[in-house]
């Protein structure tokens, strides 16, 4: 049986993080609900060790998020985080309460002291930073576990109980900002589950394309491909798989960035798939005419993307023997585990109307369990181009939604010019590595020029730029002014109809990193 880990989920904003941080470990993770797993389940699927994520609750009202104390008799390591931590000591008979006084709640980086003779911390510096998030303190530790972490305000950070193989850390270790965090959790996995390390890329690829062609058989296969990295690297790997039974369904929007189509054309070139590109710009561009509303342009690309899919589809003469391939990736599927909400989304119907989908033997979602970073490490494996894997994230509906106001066919070619600038200057001024996703907007904003000798009144451009892990909070990019300057000064000499630039200065939260 493969080794795995479970994350199991109380509402803590890191949950992903920690199956990532297990994964970068070589050991499987998956993230469940702490209220859709029960004990027995958890004995059935052998996991070698369970993580209790963190939670925004206190393990001391009614209605927070419990674990069943039967978790502790399976004989599985626990690792608790955070309220994970505080959960496992309640559940044990210790007390947790709310701090009495401010020194005890702990929030940002905290100098923190290990005992390095427990196996959590074995080989560590006894001293080190860690990442604290917490205003409930543990006033009383249960019976039979040590105190293996403090800091100045708290006695008790870390607790252990080592026969039983249990410990908790009021501290974040799978957040960078925790030094050694990295270290600790792969104590956790090598010195305390005592796993071998064997999940890799290569290995899941070649059991990925194994399964499925066995599964496939001599069936065929549709795919919707973006054209995103997620999509490209399920194409790349049922290509693998089964060659010349793949339909890859490209349909181009026309909000594309710059040679965007014919990149991920001629990236499929040298296997021997089926590729049908479908030049739907005139039937979206239609649709979008005179919509100046965001979420009205991201459901009108939605729905006309499954609507050309399915003309496709319906050309295709699907049988019962067939397939329907997506790129749903982990992220899609996890949802927060606190509250009642279902674990796993159906993605299924996304697409296709379900009338459509049942037509099909089977929908294939192979990437359903993958993180970002991994998808890339996959494609790469496959030998997909860098320039594909490594993309930074371009959303569904593209540039539809980076033209503020009504989207025009004049407006996508201003916009694709200036960003595509944007783009080659970024990437000639070695900034790559800051800048996490960059590009440019086209505003409904009109002002005065000078060029020549003449005056001007055209559009306004706004570049954006934005450093970060996860999407969910950014920081603007500080960007050199003198790149800056180059990509100012080349935009409005070469693209008509801009005469000025302006660059967003502002993070995530208070702005979104897109402007719709
Ligand atoms: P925001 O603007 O919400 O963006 O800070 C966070 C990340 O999500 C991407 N994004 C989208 N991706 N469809 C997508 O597939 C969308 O409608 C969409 N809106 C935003 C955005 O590019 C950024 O990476």
């Given at each position: ?16 993080l ?59 390591p ?12 309640h ?16 929030y ?63 501290f ?107 030049n ?20 009108i ?85 860098e ?24 407006k ?27 590009f ?77």
């Amino acid at each position: 049986m493969e080794e795995k880990i479970l994350v199991l989920d109380f509402g803590g904003q890191y949950n992903q993080l920690i199956a990532r941080r297990v994964r970068e470990q070589r050991v499987y993770a998956e993230i469940r609900a702490y209220n859709r797993i029960t004990p027995q389940e958890i004995q059935a699927a052998g996991y070698k060790g369970i993580i209790f994520t963190g939670g925004p609750n206190s393990v001391y009202l009614d209605d927070s998020p419990h674990v069943d104390p039967a978790v502790f008799k399976l004989g599985i390591p626990v690792l608790g985080i955070c309220y994970g931590c505080q959960l496992m000591a309640h559940t044990l008979g210790g007390l947790v309460t709310a701090a009495q006084d401010d020194s005890a709640r702990e929030y940002g980086k905290t100098e923190t002291c290990y005992d390095t003779s427990c196996a959590l911390f074995k080989g560590l510096p006894q001293q080190g930073i860690s990442w604290m998030s917490h205003g409930d303190y543990m006033a009383k530790v249960p019976e039979g576990f040590a105190l293996v972490g403090h800091t100045k305000a708290c006695p008790n950070v870390a607790i252990a109980d080592e026969k039983r193989g249990f410990y908790g850390v009021q501290f974040h270790p799978e957040v960078n900002h925790t030094q050694y965090g990295a270290d600790m959790i792969r104590n956790f996995l090598y010195e305390v589950c005592h796993v071998k390390g064997e999940w890799t890329m290569d290995d899941f690829c070649q059991r990925t394309v194994t399964q499925l062609r066995q599964k496939i058989g001599q069936g065929r296969v549709l795919l919707a491909l973006s054209g995103g990295v997620d999509s490209s690297v399920l194409a790349a790997l049922l290509a693998e798989a089964v060659g010349d039974q793949l339909t890859a369904v490209f349909v181009d929007h026309g909000c594309m960035r710059k040679n965007e189509g014919d990149e991920v054309e001629s990236a499929f070139a040298k296997w021997n798939i089926h590729f049908v590109r479908v030049n739907a710009q005139e039937r979206f561009l239609n649709k979008l005419k005179g919509v100046t509303d965001p979420q009205a342009k991201r459901r009108i690309i939605g729905a006309e993307f499954g609507y050309v899919f399915l003309d496709e589809a319906l050309k295709f003469g699907i049988t019962k023997e067939d397939f329907f391939a997506q790129g749903t990736i982990y992220p899609d599927v996890i949802e927060s585990g606190a509250g009642d909400a279902d674990v796993i989304k159906s993605h299924h119907n996304k697409l296709l109307p379900k009338e459509v989908v049942e037509q099909f033997q089977e929908v294939l979602e192979p990437l359903d369990h993958l993180f970002k970073d991994e998808i890339r490490q996959l494609g790469r494996e496959l030998g997909l181009p860098e320039y594909l894997v490594s993309r930074q994230p371009f959303p569904g509906p593209g540039l539809a939604i980076r033209i503020l106001g009504d989207v025009t066919r004049e407006k996508l070619d201003i916009l694709r010019e200036a960003d595509a600038i944007f783009r080659e200057e970024i990437a000639n001024s070695g900034c790559t590595d800051i800048c996490s996703q960059y590009f440019a907007v086209l505003t409904n904003a009109k002002s005065v020029g000078v060029m020549g000798d003449g005056r001007t009144y055209e559009n306004t451009l706004v570049l954006r730029s934005v450093t970060t892990d996860d999407f969910m909070t950014a920081e603007w990019t500080r960007i050199p002014y003198d790149v800056l300057d180059r990509v100012s000064v080349r935009i409005v000499n070469e693209v008509p109809h801009i005469n000025r630039i302006v660059y967003d200065i502002t993070s995530k939260p208070p702005a979104t990193v897109e402007w719709e």
